[in-house]
């Protein structure tokens, strides 16, 4: 499993209603593209099936520009299929999802 997802389902996927939010804008299909605010990560949409997640860093002034230094691009299926996998495991209740 690549390492940026690796962290981000660890801090991200801890309650039930982190959990729920992240999979209504994943699979929201009303949502064409924008950008979702976790904890510490943004899970940008692409599209309805691609997806960036990275983590998110403030800057101190607004004059710095955003940098991305590690991030990860994924497919909507796959992205749905790890975090319900890793939900599972920590004990959240999953929506299932066709």
């Given at each position: 499993m690549?390492?940026?997802?690796?962290?981000?389902?660890?801090?991200?996927?801890?309650?039930?209603?982190?959990?729920?939010?992240?999979?209504?804008?994943?699979?929201?299909?009303?949502?064409r593209n924008g950008e979702y605010e976790c904890n510490e990560y943004i899970i940008k949409k692409m599209d309805l099936n691609n997806f960036i997640i990275f983590p998110e860093y403030t800057f101190p002034t607004g004059d710095t520009p955003r940098i991305i230094p590690s991030s990860t691009a994924i497919y909507r299926d796959k992205l749905?299929?790890?975090?319900?996998?890793?939900?599972?495991?920590?004990?959240?209740?999953?929506?299932?999802?066709?």
């Open positions: 690549d390492n940026v997802i690796e962290v981000f389902l660890e801090t991200e996927i801890t309650y039930q209603d982190f959990y729920e939010g992240i999979i209504n804008f994943i699979t929201n299909d009303h949502i749905i299929g790890q975090i319900n996998e890793y939900a599972k495991e920590h004990g959240l209740h999953t929506i299932e999802h066709c």
